[in-house]
């Protein structure tokens, strides 16, 4: 296998939490996200999924550079981000974008869509200023828009013409790794469709590596090629999609695609769906051992001794859980 076009490697992303306003002091520290190591090959999509407050928005941030990185390493394309300087920052962005969740927000309501995809061209130094307005007309037509819509600002639009102009803008500088931030979650079913159709076009034709979050597995499913499944800051399975929708080894993972819905309504009155008991620990003081031990009808005594690594497992995939050969040999607690 080639080398990774994106790699991470124990990366963390810790918040200090002070209190008072003159005498500040560190109270604690909300642990966002807490040792995550990844690599994504070129051309991959891998879905990024668990429950809201997991930390998965924090580690896209934190691959962009939005939010440093408190350790750990972010290799892009064998340029280390979490070492280099701010000019060498700004460079990488024209290898990695993103789209965020809310187009409405993340597009300027004072420039037109013209003037959203010319910017990041003029910024970079893409092309010529003359070949700026043929390049915008050519991203629109390939998100699907017609060009003579440049000129208008984006509450002229719906919500998925706008994220197809969010798409579009991700794509101005030509990336080779897109971060799409849960981007269908604020759209109508039939858009969603439309949107991931599209990313999905837009990976195969431009050989792009897309990071896809979400927190609805089934729509992980149709797009992803992997599928890393994250909880309280760490990843806790990683593993092909197809094995990890249809054969769930972590019982977190068990518990997410009990709640995927199917269109049939007898499946569906069949279907048995795992209720975790109590919420999502704090990440400002998560438990100790395995994090998801509270709520795993499997945890015993030695689940809170120490933090399982994220081991690989007879099928290939990688699994953080200390008696996930057990579990899948029908044991129970």
Known sequence: MSDPILELKNVKTHFPVHRGLVFRRQVGTVKAVDGVSLAVQQGEVLGLVGESGCGKSTLARTILQLVPATEGTIVLAGRNLTAASAAEVKASRRALQMVFQDPYASLNPRMTVFAALAEPMLVHKICARAEVAGRVAELMKKVGLAPRFMKKYPHEFSGGQRQRIAVARALALQPKVIIADEPVSALDVSVQAQILNLLAQL??????SL???????????????????????????????????????????????????????????AR????LAGDPPSPLNPPAGCAFHPRCRYAEEKCKAAVPPLERIADGREVACIRVEEIAGGGTA
């Open 203 to 208: 990976v195969r034709e431009m050989d792009l």
């Open 211 to 269: 990071i896809f979050i979400a927190h609805d597995l089934s729509v992980v499913k149709h797009i992803s090629d992997r599928i890393a499944v994250m909880y309280l800051g760490k990843i806790v399975e990683l593993g092909r999609a197809a094995d990890v929708i249809e054969r769930p080894r972590h019982p977190y993972t068990r518990a997410l695609v009990s709640a995927i819905p199917t269109p049939d309504p007898d499946a569906e009155r």
């Open 272 to 275: 048995h769906r795992i209720v």
